[in-house]
């Protein structure tokens, strides 16, 4: 049996992926779903400093502790950015890496720069330390695809994000000049990651695709499917 590390995107924590988790540790496997600093139910944490870097550390250093090996390690939306970061510090510990409608900018490259954003959409709201969706644009759009009781159940657990962890370079020094076991997870139905975005990762990797009919939340709405290409 494998061990999972399944790391969330912006506006989310561990909870995002309770349907998909639950369907590996049925087939036997170990998973671990962590909260990302700032985020989901560590929100009230929130402070200057938390960057996709500090994001990554905390979890390699979660990895090293409970003296995880082989893990596959799972990133889905900006958690892209973060398990790239999380395998460039802990290498040793990781089997395969795989991206679920995963953003993996180049180094320097910006999240700003890839996603497609509507230009008819209003501004994220943003304070000085975060910045999320309206829960109208959760409802409305996000999370549009999800039957209505799963969407209601997502959208109560969305919090905002780390500004500093949310359009930052991913600070990375060595990882795409490493070889890996990689999977691309593309969803059809998502217009961001763009499929242009995904498939340059896949190419840079040399790693696996797969592409599902779903939208961006594939771990709520096809957890099934999904721990199936997971595993």
């Given amino acids: 049996m494998a061990t999972f590390v399944l790391v969330h ?46 994001q990554g550390r905390e979890v390699a250093d979660m990895m090293f502790y409970e003296d995880l090996r082989d893990v596959v390690l799972v990133g889905t939306s900006t958690g892209g950015l973060v398990i790239c970061k999380i395998a460039e510090l802990a290498r040793e510990r ?56 799963l969407r209601t159940w997502a959208v109560e657990r969305c919090t905002m994000h780390p500004v500093e962890a949310s359009d930052a370079p991913g600070e990375l020094d060595a990882f795409w000049w490493q070889t890996w076991d990689a999977r691309v997870i593309r969803c059809r139905l998502s217009a961001n990651p763009p499929e242009s975005h995904q498939r340059r990762t896949a190419e840079k990797l040399d790693a696996d695709w797969h592409e599902m009919d779903a939208g961006h939340y594939p771990m709520l709405s096809h957890p099934e499917e999904l721990a199936a290409l997971l595993q």
Avoid at 109 to 130: F, G, K
Avoid at 140 to 147: G, H, K, S, T, V
């Fill in 9 to 54: 995107g912006s506006f989310q924590g561990g909870w995002i992926w309770k349907p998909t988790a639950a369907v590996l540790r049925q087939a036997g496997h170990e998973v671990y779903a962590p909260t990302l600093d700032g985020c989901g139910e560590r929100h009230h944490l929130i402070r200057p400093g938390i960057t996709i870097a500090a």
């Fill in 94 to 149: 990781i089997s395969r890496i795989v991206f679920v409608d995963a953003l993996a900018p180049q180094p320097g490259e910006r999240v700003s720069e890839i996603v497609q954003r509507d230009p008819n959409t209003a501004p994220m709201p943003t304070t000085e330390l975060t910045r999320g969706p309206t829960r109208e644009e959760m409802e409305n759009r996000l999370f549009a695809d999800l039957e209505p009781e």
